[in-house]
């Protein structure tokens, strides 16, 4: 018997190091880890000793003898990597972090950001530094896209916030939410209260299409949504008119399927989650009965995992649906799909589009349609979204890669709710540089660079603001580990400025600033009080949804 492991794996390698028998792949050492969908299990080497599994921090990994129907696929998924990566032995001795000399005393940092890549950063610096760490985030709420971007039926994702809030039950980190800096605190002040600063706030606006009518009423974008059915405060207001039949999805990554099901899943199976009590509501009254799903290359260059993709077929009362025509391939594609080397998870990607074409279709079923080699050119209509104006692409082959180029063939597809998904975008930090063309503050490895091209003392990044928004919650872990290693050098090295105030100083000018800042206590309250409601009606929790009623819970 073998340990599997399955869809929701987070990529945070946290089992890697803790396999007995060293049969997890990829590593983070090895090329493949930067691009893998997800990590494997090798079959014929794992001695089911179970340590992975309480290593793993959002449980996605099972007994093959414990797997549910819908994840059975993945004993094979695993093997199938093996086959194509022969296990090869890392046993290299575990090299333990150093740390700081004891004598350079304590080190004192700020995070700004509350998120996978800001708690890994925390949790990095806990365990190889005496360090006092405060945590800044704009919201009264911790946890950033884990609170309110992971789909609300995938709850064995959000599991990885019970990691980071065992980690931090130590006063030597403390938070100071619904604390915005630029607003109540600047950057400079943040540097005088300690020896650095990290920014890991993440991508928080997102890609346009750049076509015309693309601003209609109706047409939004995933990013709102997504916010809007997790309760995200700043977005708890919008409307989304769900009226129609028809909703189009411009991309297809992951986010694009996580909306793809919520706007077709039986809101009853909804209803056990901790979807946004206003998000429930408005889905019960949905009129929406078919989503189309529009990918500008071909099914084997789709941006979704194969692991999400083949959860779709597992949806109660819900039919995935791909034309037979979309799966002819261009000649460079059908030479990928030949090749007896190509990557697992990217055969699979062309057999479930296979499997899908030639599968269900039951009268009465909601339906997800995927289609391919199809980009926008217009929304129309005349006082609001009435269709996408679509064009068919081909594709050629430019510097080695496969790129979409348009035909002379178009369609119109009607369409009452249009949701662009075409990748989060990172943001300018007040007076930090920006790189405008990628979204990201310019650094080297997490260290910042200034417009003169010099590093900048004390300042650093890690994730998406770090390195763009590509990468699951898991992939912070390393970036965070890789930003904090240079962080601790620099400390070592007597690079970085003391800090001219204390702890007790920071806390009593941010409580002159900011009268509504809510800390560990006041966090703890929210948490308790959702978790409460959500047990009388058999839930994980039930959200607050608006700074008032989120600050009234902190208060107790």
């Known amino acids: 018997m073998a340990y599997v492991i399955t869809q929701r794996c987070c990529n945070d390698a946290s089992c890697v190091s803790e396999c007995p028998v ?26 089911d000793c179970g340590a992975c599994v309480d290593a793993c921090p959002v449980e996605a990994i099972f007994s093959e003898d414990d797997l549910t129907a819908s994840l059975a696929r993945f004993r094979d998924i695993n093997a199938a990597y093996f086959q194509r990566h022969p296990l090869e ?12 000399p004891k004598e350079l005393g304590t080190l004192r940092v700020a995070i700004v950001g509350a998120g996978p890549a800001a708690c890994y950063a925390a949790d990095e610096l806990l365990r190889r530094a005496d360090v006092e760490i405060e945590m800044f985030d704009r919201l009264p709420t911790p946890w950033g ?39 109540h605190i600047s950057h400079e ?35 709102e949504f997504v916010a809007w059915y ?11 008119d769900l009226s129609g039949e028809r909703a189009v999805i411009v991309g297809n990554g992951n986010v694009a399927l996580d909306v793809a099901r919520v706007l077709t899943v039986d809101p009853d199976e909804l209803a056990k989650t901790d979807i946004a009590d206003h998000a429930l509501e408005a889905l019960r009254r949905s009129n929406i009965r078919e989503v189309v799903v529009l990918g500008r290359r071909g099914p084997l260059q789709a941006a979704y ?24 391939l261009d000649h460079a594609s059908q030479a990928i799909v030949d090749d007896p080397q190509v990557e697992p998870s990217l055969a699979l990607k062309y057999t479930l589009a296979k499997e899908y074409a030639g599968g269900r279709r039951a009268e009465g079923n909601k339906r997800i349609v995927f289609r391919y080699l199809t980009s926008p050119t217009a929304l129309t209509g005349s006082e609001r979204v009435e269709a996408v104006e679509i064009v068919h692409n081909e594709l050629f082959e ?23 998904s075409i990748g989060y975008r990172g943001e300018r930090i007040g007076e930090l540089p920006f790189d405008e063309r990628r979204g990201v503050v310019p650094n080297e490895h997490g260290r910042v660079i200034g417009d ?74 929210i948490d308790q009080a959702e978790k409460s409601a959500g047990k009388s009606a058999g839930r994980p929790r039930v959200k607050f949804t608006t700074r008032e009623d989120l600050l009234k819970a902190a208060r107790g």
């Open 89 to 100: 032995s890392n046993f290299d001795p575990i090299v333990t972090p150093s740390r700081p």
């Open 305 to 328: 995992t194969s692991p999400e993709f083949l959860a779709l077929a597992h949806l109660k009362g819900v039919d995935v649906i791909v034309d037979e025509t979309d799966l002819a």
């Open 452 to 525: 003169d091209g010099t590093m900048l003392s004390g300042v650093y990044v890690s994730g998406w603001i770090k390195r763009g928004p590509r990468g699951v919650i898991g992939s912070n872990r390393i970036d965070s580990e890789e930003t904090v290693e240079l962080l601790l050098a620099d400390f070592t090295a007597g690079k970085l400025a003391p800090p001219q105030a204390d702890r007790a100083a920071l806390k009593a000018l941010l409580a002159e600033r900011q009268a509504d800042l809510v800390d560990r206590a006041g966090w703890r309250a």
């Open 22 to 47: 060293d049969c997890i792949r990829p590593t983070p050492d090895q090329p493949e880890f930067a691009t893998t969908e997800m990590l494997y299990i090798d079959p014929d080497t794992c001695i």
């Open 145 to 183: 896209l884990v609170r309110a971007g992971v789909a609300p039926d995938h709850p064995g994702t959000k599991t990885v916030s019970g990691m980071f809030e065992s980690a931090f039950r130590r006063e030597t980190l403390q938070y100071y939410l619904n604390v915005e800096v630029g607003t």
């Open 230 to 240: 997790n309760g995200h405060p700043d977005f708890a207001d919008r409307t989304f």
């Open 189 to 223: 002040e943040l540097l005088r209260h300690h020896h650095a600063v990290i920014y890991a706030v993440g991508a928080s606006s997102d890609r346009r299409m750049g076509v015309p009518g693309e601003d209609l009423p109706g047409s939004h974008s995933a990013t």
């Open 398 to 420: 430019e510097d080695g890669q496969l790129v979409a180029r348009p035909t002379d063939r178009t369609e119109s597809i009607d369409a009452s709710l249009v949701l662009r």
